[in-house]
């Protein structure tokens, strides 16, 4: 690089402000030309200090650099003038002499110094530099001044200052005429100069003036206005400019790091006459057009007071999504995944997905019957999955709209984690066959963290979907906010850039510009395999919603968009005033497809029973029945042989791979392993990669994904081996068990909880026969994904007949490690679980799998590796699919006695959702005084308590290891063996948290509240645990002496 810039960088003079800015960027290596790829030869260095020569400074060494490439390649590509300078350079001419006059030039030049013609030289170079300041400001800001804005009175400007140009400041894409409404502000008292260049005073900053205009300027590789010709009077240059950057399109590409990509983006959008139509391609515009606004106006028509969040004011969002689709289907796109918020959801199930009309007008009948179990949802939530020919390509596609709740911006981590499933699953490596389309909201998209977390899976090797269309339906208004209160940056689509993906701002009352952007969007995508966005500036003609009046606080924007002629009006204006279309085939057109819902309305008045899993999202074919049940109300047993245990044993505590060193602390703990499994017993660890070998062998993928998940939060796991002399050389012995075992992902996430559980969530979803598994670091952390479980995993049975299997292991207990790493909020998930705590089911003989199915979710606290072993092996030897999650342990990792026995683990064994006392008390059960009830690690605390006290006859343990379904009937044989005792529930938790307000009233229900049940545990508090640890020991023995007190409760009779 340094050798490339002698002559542009070492023969100017630099004071010292000049020289901290003289960096220049490497230049990329020129494309081989016909005659092969570029030499250079040795350049010869310039070290000694130099003095001006008049035409070389800051400003004009792009310009010079590009000469001198072109005078390497062919010294006759230049002028005469240049072939002698560059010549005198190189030959070690004297600082300031290698210039020479091109009057009077000899054929041999000399070194001799003729300056008298040095200024017009100078000037031919730095107008040249301007034109190329020039060109270079409307590719990078020309978006400002683009007219975006479909009402016409826009400006994103939030210091209320008109927009200069200039060659840093330019706001070329800023006044891009985006706004359909002009009001992009909603401010009406500043707006944007149209014509920013060709004024004299704007001409003026770059040393340019109006008698430039008509001369002709050399134009650089970094544009493509020029077509096939290589030179244009500025007049001209300016022109294309505008058309290409200031016209109905802002192209924001400029921040992207790699050339190659913006000089595709600046060939798709600079070249003269990209943005032709074809006949054909214009009817099939205004059709899809008629469709998407008839469709809206009739269900207005029909249903006046219901509400439906319709597309009104942005129409061309069907067009739009229906191009995408139509060019990746053309590039082999099998299968589309989408994710959308409410607004034109109805449109986009009727118009693109294709769901039959009557289905979706039967949904606005207020007499319909649910046919499905669960409470069910909106219309404008439901999701839906249709596969179809495409009518452009003839070709199969799949089109799958995810379900979706009311939190915004919310499904977008679960439509990529279903796309990376589906790709995962048909061997996609590269995204050619499925993608996801993301549907946003301007205000949500600028304001919810989600977006971002999302985006930043997009190129995360084990989460990336290889690029996803994100389409912005720009209301410019967030129900009555506007975006100079909603959003800091100008753009609600600037949160984008962080991942270098280009954003083409499109006035949406120009079909054919928001369709050739949508092209350029797929084709983006389809070369590159990388995020693309496409804002669709729009406004809304409706309130938030058709009940709402929006005039109460955006009254000038709703005046405007009272007076603005409806999209489809203008565009078949504009084709029947061309010729393209008569207004008689117009009226045809909108006839035929106002038959279409006239007909669809009768046949849905048929409608009396409303089916949700006809609005399934992601159906698993061959798992249910036909219509939709189990295939059996039964579990076979979970436990393995001993030979298969052995094996997956050898394989944990081994290296599969030939050289490869690991490290000295792992040689310890492989070894431990080792001896684990000749001694015929697991810990934690062990018993976990039993649980995934043993799936994996059955060919069942498993996926483990969350932070630090491969070596383990606790350092107990190590599923990933690092060679310790070779980078990045790892090793997944998991992946080494047999022949044709599935493969086993375990992937360290972002530091994410919503994102990446959304993203595992959505992984679930494409497949009943995978084990998906999300870890939080600690089980605290697991409410910054709060809305992914509150609104998906625990509801979305019940909402949209949708079953789901995901895992979560949240990390629990009181280790005196202070408030943030203690709990993972037991009481929450068994708040929302769904049994009744003061109705005693009835016992039958499928009593056990019956409630798992009854339920939403299972919780389960295991207090052995055994245990934890046949709850993971159960999520999938299930015959449907429940979310399971399990408050997995900290200390109980390395516990001496937290272990199991292979004997627990073989054929017949299975999950134990209570473990009973099995100990001395067991032997004479009337003479036990006191029986605790408990879960999880504590249990080891009152053992340890019970031994020390002597107490091992009187006191019985019983372990409760499934919360949710309550295990009903096993307390009660156990509350019944002890029928002298009275009853305890233990926990460490504070009594406000923790098992104590679920538990409590099912033990009661279950004894028909013959006995109290005590409470022994930490005192009610807000903090999850304190951060003192003296205080933890202090609140743990005084618990502890309750416990065991056996006259503790006597004054609470």
């Given amino acids: 690089m340094h050798r490339l810039r002698t002559c542009a960088v070492r023969l100017r003079p630099l004071t010292a402000s000049q020289a901290a800015q003289s960096v220049v960027p490497p230049r990329p290596p020129a494309a081989a030309g016909p005659s092969g790829a570029r030499t250079l030869g040795p350049i010869r260095r310039y070290t000694a200090p130099v003095a001006s020569e008049p035409f070389l400074n800051g400003t004009s060494s792009n310009y010079v650099e590009e000469m001198y490439f072109a005078w390497l390649e062919n010294p006759k590509s230049v002028h005469k003038s240049w072939d002698v300078f560059f010549r005198n350079a190189n030959a070690g001419a004297p600082p300031g002499t290698a210039y020479q006059s091109p009057l009077g030039l000899s054929e041999a030049p000399q070194i001799s110094s003729l300056v008298g013609a040095q200024p017009n030289v100078e000037k031919l170079v730095e107008d040249h530099l301007a034109v190329q300041s020039l060109i270079r400001a409307y590719q990078v800001m020309g978006h400002h001044n683009a007219h975006l804005d479909p009402l016409g009175i826009s400006c994103v400007n939030f210091d209320d200052a008109p927009v200069n140009s200039g060659f840093q400041d330019i706001r070329g894409h800023q006044v891009a005429q985006l706004d359909p409404l002009g009001i992009m502000d909603a401010d009406l008292d500043s707006c944007v100069p149209t014509d920013i260049i060709t004024s004299s005073d704007k001409l003026g900053f770059y040393g340019l003036d109006e008698s430039d205009l008509e001369k002709v300027f050399r134009l650089p590789t970094t544009t493509f206005i020029g077509g096939s010709e290589s030179a244009l009077p500025l007049k001209e240059i300016i022109r294309r400019l505008e058309m290409a950057y200031c016209q109905h399109i802002g192209v924001e590409f400029m921040f992207i790091n790699d050339l190659e990509q913006c000089q595709w983006i600046r060939q798709k959008f600079e070249t003269p006459g990209v943005m032709q139509f074809t006949l054909e391609e214009k009817r099939t515009l205004l059709a899809r057009m008629v469709r998407s606004t008839r469709f809206e106006e009739f269900l207005q028509k029909k249903w006046s007071a219901e509400k439906r969040f319709g597309l009104e004011g942005c129409e061309s969002l069907i067009p739009a999504l229906k191009t995408i689709i139509d060019m990746s289907s053309g590039s ?33 009948d207020s007499k319909l019957e649910a046919a499905d179990e669960g409470s069910g949802d909106v219309k404008y939530h439901l999701g839906m999955y249709h596969r179809r020919i495409n009518r452009v390509t003839d070709r199969n596609i799949t089109l799958s709209l995810v379900a979706n ?21 048909c061997g996609d490596d590269d995204g050619n066959r499925v993608m996801s389309i993301l549907i946003h909201g301007d205000a949500a998209f600028a304001g919810q963290g989600i977006v971002y977390e999302t985006f930043h899976l997009s190129d995360l090797p084990s989460y990336t979907t290889h690029g996803t269309v994100h389409v912005v339906v720009n209301n410019q208004i967030g129900f009555t906010t506007d975006p100079r209160m909603a959003r800091s940056s100008p753009y609600p689509t600037d949160v984008a850039r962080v991942v270098n993906a280009p954003i083409f701002h499109v006035n949406a009352d120009d079909p054919e510009a928001v369709i050739y952007v949508c092209k350029v969007a797929a084709e983006w995508r389809a070369a590159f395999h990388k995020d693309v966005v496409v804002d669709l500036v729009c406004y809304r003609r409706m309130g938030h919603n058709e009940m709402d009046e929006p005039m109460f606080t955006q009254p000038l924007m709703y005046k405007q968009i009272k007076k603005q002629k409806p999209v489809l009006l203008k565009y078949a204006e504009k084709l029947i005033a061309d010729g393209s279309v008569s207004r008689q085939e117009y009226e045809e057109e909108i006839a035929k497809y106002d038959k279409i819902c006239e007909e669809a309305y009768a046949r849905s008045k048929d409608e009396k029973i409303l089916h949700i899993k006809h609005w399934l999202d992601s159906p698993w074919p061959g798992f249910f029945t036909l219509d939709g049940q189990p295939k059996s109300m039964s579990c076979p047993s979970t436990g393995l042989t001993e030979e298969n245990l052995d094996h997956i044993g ?55 994904s969350g932070q630090d998940v491969e070596r383990g939060t606790f350092s107990h796991r190590h599923h990933v081996l690092h060679d310790q002399n070779v980078d990045k050389r790892i090793c997944i012995p998991m992946n080494h068990l047999a022949p044709d075992q599935a493969p086993y992902t375990v992937c360290n996430s972002s530091l994410s909880e919503y994102g990446v559980l959304g993203f595992e969530l959505g992984f679930a979803m494409a497949s009943p026969n995978a084990l998906i598994l999300w870890e939080a670091q600690f089980g605290d952390f697991h409410n910054t994904a709060q809305c992914i479980i509150d609104q998906f995993i625990c509801p979305g049975q019940a909402k949209w007949v949708r079953q789901n299997g995901i895992v979560l292991l949240l990390p629990h207990g009181m280790e005196g490690m202070g408030p943030e790493h203690s709990s993972a909020r037991p009481e929450r998930f068994l708040q929302m679980c769904n049994d009744d705590p003061d109705v005693m089911p009835t016992l039958t003989d499928d009593f056990a799998v019956r409630q798992l199915y009854d339920c939403n979710w299972i919780v389960v606290n295991c207090s052995t590796p055994g245990n934890y072993f046949h709850v993971i092996r159960r999520q999938i030897l299930l015959p449907f699919r429940k979310p399971l999650i399990v408050f997995t342990p900290k200390s109980l990792l390395r516990h001496p006695e937290a272990r199991s026995s292979f004997d627990e683990m073989l054929p017949g064994s299975e999950f134990q959702r209570l473990i009973p006392e099995g100990g001395a008390a067991a032997q004479r059960p009337d003479d036990v005084k006191r029986l605790i009830f408990c879960t999880g690690k504590v249990y080891y605390e009152l053992t340890k308590e019970r031994k020390n006290r002597g107490m091992d006859q009187t006191v019985a343990v019983a372990r409760i290891e499934q919360l949710s379904p309550f295990p009903f009937d096993q307390v009660k044989a156990e509350s019944e063996r002890f029928a002298n005792a009275d009853l305890v529930w233990c926990q460490e938790e504070h009594k406000n948290q923790g098992y104590y307000d679920y538990v409590k009233p099912r033990i009661r229900t279950t004894i028909q509240r013959a006995k109290p049940v005590w409470y022994a545990g930490r005192d009610p508090a807000a903090a999850p645990a304190t951060g003192n640890k003296n205080t933890h020991l202090l609140e743990l023995r005084r618990f502890l002496d309750k416990a065991f007190g056996l006259d503790a409760f006597q004054d609470q009779q």
């Fill in 332 to 364: 082999g796109v099998e299968y589309v995944i989408m994710g959308m918020p409410h607004r034109g959801r109805l449109n986009v199930l009727a118009n693109v997905i294709r769901k039959e009309l009557e289905q979706i007008f039967c949904q606005f």
């Fill in 650 to 704: 050898q394989v944990a505590s081994s290296v599969p791979v030939e050289d490869f060193t690991i490290h000295g602390g792992l040689s310890r703990i492989l070894k431990g392993r080792a001896e684990m499994v000749r001694k015929r017993t697991v810990d934690w660890a062990l018993g976990e990669y039993m649980a995934f070998g043993s799936l994996l062998k059955e060919g069942i993928h498993v996926r483990l």
């Fill in 405 to 425: 709740p009311s939190h915004l911006e919310a499904a977008d981590p679960v439509v990529q984690g279903k796309t990376k499933a589906e790709q995962f699953y």
